[in-house]
């Protein structure tokens, strides 16, 4: 994907997406694969060709699926297309070969199967979470395994395996019966891949989201020094954008060849592999394209190359020839093994024709996912947000419709509960009227039907956790607390005094709510499913965080967290009984920098996981909040483009294609330096164009007094997503 061109007075060409890759399939061949006809298959493959695959070879071999992965467990693929439940207590994630059975990485933790018959959790020792559930009278604290981001082996060892959460890592040396903690080289959570290299000196690398690729060498016997050091890893690695740290790398995979031990890696956000050195003990780049955005995971080494996954194909790149070859008919196992009715396919075991075993993991990347009635209605809406006021007014709606339509927007963002905390509109529900602060209310029946009959989408924000109205309620019963100043907790700074005067304190303009508490959640809630009874078409929570602002901080309490919960249990313990009441779409707001890499510091908002709760996450990209010089190399009026570009691919990533990724747009000017220099319509079209050019999913302008004159007109096609030049001075 190329940059626009910087100015906007000469004619500029389309920007085209050419990293989407189109899926194609063969029924003939799926069927064969799964017959085992050889001769099928090989007849099948002459007319199975990845659809984008430029001169990329065709490698015309069977593969034969033995057992696959499923949100629903492990199956046993048959020959007539049937399968066998063999495991089906959670999630499967991944298969690892190992001797004549595997390991398994799944929702409950490590599952050992010697012979795909019987099958031991091995999950003693490893870390859980606490997640909350409230039925109306009683809460109940549910003990689940903590999310294991990966999963390996020593090759050369079976018995050592290596795990991580996102917070920290786990080594067993008894084949999983018992395991033990090995403290993470970052303080931040964001933990993503790992794996165990044998040698005179055996290691761990560890990959982080935010920091890079690290390196820790164990005792000679593969125990955990007293003092651990982890090391960045040394190689060619890519910088993330605007960062001096690696761009995270998604998979490193280890196979032992008559050499020695080979180990590759791979990036999650550029089509990059990397292979160790040996000799120098540094990562070499063997294989990347010119692409700023590209997805490798599921790293694969056998005797032939390294198979990998990327968005719509499994590749194999073969190191004699420094070249890819497509996969045509491993693509065609795989897609034939997804049945919806066991949720999405996670992973694959299967042998090509020499009966060597190809594992692959990660495989929304090439089967995709099943996608709800909800995600389905919610996809590709363009629009505004307003604050209530803006909508109280028949007449003042009437030229909000006409600019909509003027504008080729179909969707709006009303606040019906604000900043403050108070309702917008008249309460039925008694849950909600009993705690309830309303103000101003419209006319909620009006605006329903009015944007029923015109096609808008319209979208019910409600703040969640930002409430002053419910701070201040009951003696602040259900505020953050300040356990210093026993009483509801507000951040604040310290301003210095002037000539020796005393400081004082300056505090924000924010009151919150305790994110743990059961009947905020039920509040909140209630409210979502009163406003789609109303009519609206979605609910989006926003201010589903934890506070971040204040040098105070530190006093903060939290008195309905329950023992063994964290921030991102209490968001996901929020979530997920939010998702389990409203019956209606679901949307929400995090910062930009959650949805840019995978970690939910400070905020609680971890995109990976949020992703299994909702159906539509909006990230904020507002340029004017991220650091000014980051991605503002030349040309720097171009800044924008490349946030909205790579951002809602980087989300979408994140997200494992589970929800749609629909930004927040700047349509506003903040007093920094960036703004300063480049604020205006064609700072406001970049964005739309990034969008267009990323995920494309849709986009929503946020200007908090409505005044949008620089938003674009856009163009959409039949599928209501940005087709061409979003406005006559810009790209055709």
Same mark, same amino acid.
């Given at each position: ?7 906007? &007075? ?16 063969? /029924? ?14 090989? &007849? =099948?493959?002459? @007319? ?79 870390? =859980? ?22 999963? !390996?082996?020593?090759? #050369? ?14 080594? #067993? ?40 690729? $690290? ?20 190689? +060619? ?57 590209? !997805? ?16 719509? @194909? ?6 004699? #020839?420094?070249? +890819? ?110 705690? =309830? ?27 969640? $956790?930002?409430?002053?109205? /419910? @701070? ?6 259900? &505020? ?37 508490? !059961? ?14 009874? #109303?009519?609206? +078409?979605?609910? @989006? ?11 105070? /901080? ?72 991220? =650091? ?20 809602? /691919? ?14 927040? &747009? ?67």
């Amino acid at each position: 994907m190329s940059e626009p061109a910087p100015s906007p &007075a000469a004619k500029r060409p389309e920007i085209r997406f050419a990293l989407a890759v189109g899926l194609f399939s063969s /029924l003939v061949a799926g069927a064969a694969l799964l017959s085992g006809s050889l001769a099928s298959c090989q &007849a =099948a493959s002459a @007319q199975a060709r990845p659809a984008g695959s430029g001169s990329v070879p065709v490698r015309e071999r069977p593969y034969y699926p033995l057992y696959a992965g499923y949100e629903k467990g492990l199956y046993r693929l048959e020959a007539d297309g049937a399968e066998t439940p063999l495991w089906i207590e959670g999630e499967v994630r991944k298969i690892i070969p190992s001797g004549t059975g595997a390991w398994l990485l799944t929702a409950k933790g490590p599952v050992r199967t010697e012979d795909f018959a019987t099958f031991e959790l091995r999950a003693a020792g490893l870390p =859980a979470k606490v997640i909350k559930e409230w039925d109306g009278a009683a809460k109940a604290l549910i003990r689940e395994p903590a999310d294991l981001k990966d999963l !390996e082996f020593d090759p #050369s060892n079976p018995e050592r395996l290596v795990t991580c959460t996102k917070d920290e890592l786990w080594l #067993s040396f008894d084949s999983g019966k018992s395991w033990n903690r090995l403290a993470s080289p970052s303080t931040t959570s964001g933990l993503k891949a790992v794996a165990l290299v044998p040698g005179t000196v055996p290691t761990v690398y560890a990959s982080h989201a935010i920091e890079g690729l $690290f390196v820790l060498e164990l005792q000679a016997d593969g125990r955990i020094p007293a003092k651990p050091v982890w090391k960045k890893a040394r190689g +060619d690695f890519a910088l993330a954008p605007g960062t001096g740290n690696h761009d995270e790398v998604s998979d490193i995979a280890v196979r032992m060849a008559d050499s020695g031990p080979e180990v590759w890696a791979s990036n999650s956000f550029l089509m990059r592999l990397y292979r160790l050195d040996p000799a120098t003990g540094a990562f070499a780049l063997v294989r990347s394209d010119a692409h700023e955005f590209g !997805e490798i995971d599921s790293l694969w080494p056998g005797s032939d190359g390294l198979r990998y996954l990327t968005r719509g @194909q499994a590749l194999r790149w073969d190191p004699r #020839s420094g070249r +890819d070859e497509a996969e045509p008919l491993l693509q065609s196992a795989v897609r034939d093994a997804a049945r919806d009715r066991l949720g999405a396919l996670d992973c694959v075991l299967t042998r090509d024709a020499d009966g060597e075993p190809i594992a692959l993991s990660e495989l929304w990347l090439l089967a995709g996912r099943p996608r709800s009635a909800y995600r389905e209605a919610a996809d590709a809406r363009h629009g505004l947000y307003l604050r209530t006021g803006y909508v109280a007014k028949a007449s003042d709606r009437d030229r909000i419709y006409g600019f909509m339509e003027e504008r080729g927007l179909d969707s709006l963002v009303i606040d019906l509960k604000d900043d403050e905390g108070k309702l917008r509109y008249r309460p039925r529900d008694p849950v909600v009227a009993a705690r =309830a602060r309303v103000s101003a209310p419209i006319d909620v029946e009006a605006i329903t039907a009015e944007t029923e009959a015109r096609g808008i989408w319209l979208v019910a924000r409600i703040v969640v $956790f930002k409430d002053k109205a /419910l @701070q201040e309620s009951a003696g602040g019963a259900l &505020a953050v607390w300040d356990a210093r100043e026993k009483a509801p907790w507000r951040g604040y700074e310290v301003i210095p005094g002037a000539d020796g005067a005393p400081a004082t304190r300056k505090y924000y303009g924010e009151h919150w709510v305790d994110p743990y508490s !059961e009947l905020v959640w039920e509040y909140n809630v209630a409210i979502a499913n009163e406003l789609i009874d #109303s009519g609206f +078409d979605e609910v @989006q929570f926003d201010y589903i965080r934890f506070p971040t602002d204040g040098v105070n /901080l530190g006093d903060a309490s939290y008195r309905h967290r329950d023992p063994g919960m964290d921030r991102e249990s209490a968001i996901a313990s929020f979530l997920r009984y939010a998702r389990a009441k409203v019956h209606g779409p679901i949307s929400i707001d995090i910062y930009g920098s959650n949805g840019w890499y995978r970690s939910g510091a400070r905020t609680g908002q971890d995109l990976e996981l949020l992703a299994r709760y909702v159906d539509v996450v909006s990230p904020m990209f507002y340029p004017s909040h991220f =650091a000014q010089d980051f991605l503002a190399h030349e040309p720097a009026e171009l800044r924008p483009w490349r946030i909205y570009h790579l951002g809602t /691919l980087r989300g979408r990533t994140i997200s494992r294609d589970r929800v749609v990724i629909r930004p927040y &747009a700047q349509s506003f000017f903040l007093d920094v330096a960036y703004d300063r220099a480049w604020y205006g319509k064609r700072y406001v079209e970049l964005q739309t164009l990034g969008v267009r050019d990323g995920a494309n999913a849709g986009l929503t302008y946020w200007n908090n007094v409505a005044r949008y004159d620089e938003v674009p007109k856009l163009l959409l096609g039949t599928d209501r997503r940005l087709a061409l030049a979003p406005s006559a001075d810009g790209p055709d």
